[in-house]
């Protein structure tokens, strides 16, 4: 089991380009989510999906949006980057029915924008 | 709203001495209180978890305790090895729901050879 995959690990844009994040799991779980990491403020929740079908807003939700493409994706878009959405970005899922399973981190996708 | 407040944010130790991180929640109804360990360029790891029906759980050199009342949980490590060098963050989480977390600023951890 590969885990939670994210794609690209890296990726420069410039200002005003658009990107899509990809995330992937293969542990069958059913809540995922999207992070952003920035120095000195811990991990920040951008987007949720508790389950197939449905996407909620976390902390810092504007300029980004999200699909859950089914049980095992959710990517998430920048539609027109800027300099202040450089960050790393982490994706994480978790069963979602037990409510005490923790959830489980992919490796980073590290953005940066000019 | 809801808040994790972490504390030192930074924090060096001799090797072999003890290592103590805490963290106090907002949110009276967070009953699911994590620890993850981020070494550096990696990606967060849950070192440690404890629920709110338990005073304290040990992992080895690793041990959390929770106080209800007070709303805080803290991470004890140890006998600290230099492999236990990283960011430590804490989260708190209700259970009903979206199991969504709140996580704590961080530690950075550093321990002295």
């Known amino acids: 089991n590969a885990g939670v995959t994210q794609t690209p690990k890296f990726q420069v844009l410039k200002t005003g380009q658009s990107m899509t994040l990809q995330c992937a799991q293969d542990m069958n779980h059913n809540s995922m989510y999207w992070y952003r990491q920035d120095p000195g403020m811990g991990l920040r929740l951008i987007y949720y999906?508790?389950?197939?079908?449905?996407?909620d807003k976390g902390e810092v939700p504007n300029g980004y949006n999200v699909s859950r493409l089914n049980k095992r994706e959710f990517s998430l878009r920048l539609e027109s980057a800027a300099p202040s959405q450089t960050s790393v970005y982490f994706c994480a899922s978790r069963r979602g029915q037990d409510p005490h399973q923790p959830q489980h981190f992919g490796d980073g996708t590290r953005l940066s924008i000019l | 709203g809801e808040n994790v407040e972490q504390h030192p944010s930074t924090l060096s130790v001799q090797e072999g001495d003890s290592a103590v991180i805490k963290c106090t929640y907002s949110d009276s109804a967070s009953n699911y209180f994590p620890w993850y360990k981020q070494e550096l360029g990696k990606r967060p790891q849950l070192i440690i978890d404890i629920r709110s029906n338990v005073g304290e759980k040990k992992d080895q050199r690793i041990a959390v305790t929770l106080n209800k009342t007070a709303k805080h949980f803290s991470l004890h490590i140890t006998e600290t090895q230099p492999e236990d060098s990283a960011v430590y963050f804490c989260?708190?989480?209700?259970?009903?729901?979206?199991?969504?977390?709140?996580f704590g600023t961080g530690t950075r951890l550093k321990v002295l050879a």
């Open positions: 989260a708190a989480s209700n259970t009903s729901g979206t199991y969504k977390y709140i």
């Open positions: 999906s508790a389950s197939e079908g449905t996407t």
